[in-house]
């Protein structure tokens, strides 16, 4: 027996699967009105619970609400005719969305989705996607997206910074947040399968240089770029500075790499994070001892993983297992474990603490952030990687 309340949550499960195409027209005429069924008993069941078939027909002859309940008679043995409450009947989208309090939110997507799919028809099957930025986003937000999708349609390689885009409000925040949203509706605007996923190439934009932090240790080699010791510049820049250094250090975190004194013939560069591919483009580098620190968790030995593609002599410093456990006071959680059960780059014993970590050996997700070893072990292993 399905009271009110039952009926609710089963349109709001319905509202949530069916929205998309609803919103399309899709299921046509067919499944309107929507029939729910309010599951009458059998005599031997309402005679077990009488008292509970009371209060469901009860509920259902005090109920005011859309759409159409019909009745039926149940002409028992024992307990004679009975009405009783058959079936409720809504009449459109419209009908459950009022029915679960989502009508605002019903009406707002289906209006924005109406205004969108008038300006580009291309549009109609893909926007339904994105039913609760339709119905969610207020009225600016919704208004700058139109106008950034239609400015990036009519200039789709203008070779601009996004901030450059004419379009008030669409600073680097709004920007940044949407643009998974942009680039597929852009992708469907230009009839593009590619399947390309940068931002900036599918939208024709200018991406910001990606900069290089890196700290030249030794005295000498600063002196050929006039004193210059800490650096930050775009990448091909990093690569055409005229230093040869002996030994490149690679740290995950900034702090760690600042922390750095002086090294002969050494130069640290830091928190690449992922991007260790920027590595490949550095021909000074190849020529040189390379070490890398990062963090000893799952992430960190995916990095190191990832750079071995482009340097495939990169040793490590302070990744093992022998400082993992003596820093035990130090671990705290990583939260997100990374996906692949194996790193093909790494060497045996790496790969066994990696696969150690990731299968909760030692403890549940555990990590050891590098900034949390002693410095005085971290400085010492340091020195006497390049001995």
Not at 186 to 213: K, Y
Request: charged share 25%.
């Amino acid at each position: 027996m399905k009271l009110p309340e039952d009926v609710r949550q089963f349109l709001v499960r319905r509202f949530q699967s069916k929205q998309r195409e609803w919103l399309i027209g899709e299921a046509g005429e067919s499944q309107w009105p929507l029939e729910v069924p309010l599951s009458i008993p059998t005599e031997q069941a309402a005679l077990r619970q009488v008292d509970g078939v009371r209060a469901w027909v009860s509920a259902w002859q005090g109920w005011q609400g859309v759409g159409t309940l019909s009745w039926c008679e149940r002409r028992w043995k024992a307990l004679g005719v009975q009405r009783l409450p058959e079936k409720l009947a809504l009449r459109s989208p419209e009908d459950v969305a009022l029915w679960i309090g989502e009508s605002a939110r019903w009406v707002r997507a289906q209006s924005r989705y109406q205004t969108l799919t008038a300006r580009w028809p291309v549009l109609a099957q893909q926007l339904p996607r994105y039913f609760d930025v339709l119905a969610d986003y207020g009225d600016a937000d919704f208004r700058r997206l139109a106008e950034m999708l239609d400015w990036i349609n009519l200039n789709p390689q203008s070779n601009l910074y996004p901030r450059q885009i004419p379009v008030a409000g669409a600073d680097s925040k709004w920007l940044d947040s949407r643009r998974g949203l942009i680039s597929d509706l852009v992708a469907t605007l230009q009839g593009d399968s590619t399947g390309e996923r940068d931002f900036f190439r599918r939208c024709g934009l200018r991406a910001q240089p990606q900069l290089m932090r890196m700290r030249v240790l030794d005295p000498e080699l600063r002196a050929r770029l006039g004193g210059l010791g800490d650096i930050s510049a775009p990448c091909e820049e990093v690569a055409s500075i005229d230093i040869r250094p002996k030994n490149v250090f690679v740290v995950e975190n900034l702090q760690t790499g600042l922390a750095f004194d002086d090294l002969p013939g050494a130069v640290v560069i830091m928190r690449l994070g992922y991007a260790v591919d920027v590595l490949g483009q550095l021909p000074w580098l190849q020529q040189a001892q390379c070490i890398y620190w990062g963090d000893i968790d799952t992430h960190g030995f995916a990095i190191l993983n990832r750079a071995r593609t482009y340097i495939p002599s990169l040793r490590t410093v302070l990744m093992d297992e022998s400082t993992l456990m003596s820093h035990r006071d130090l671990w705290v959680e990583e939260k997100d474990q990374h996906s692949s059960t194996e790193l093909p780059l790494l060497t045996s014993t790496e790969q066994k603490l990696y696969q150690s970590i990731k299968g909760n050996a030692c403890g549940q997700q555990i990590r050891l952030e590098q900034e949390r070893i002693r410095w005085d072990v971290a400085w010492n292993a340091i020195q006497a990687s390049i001995r």
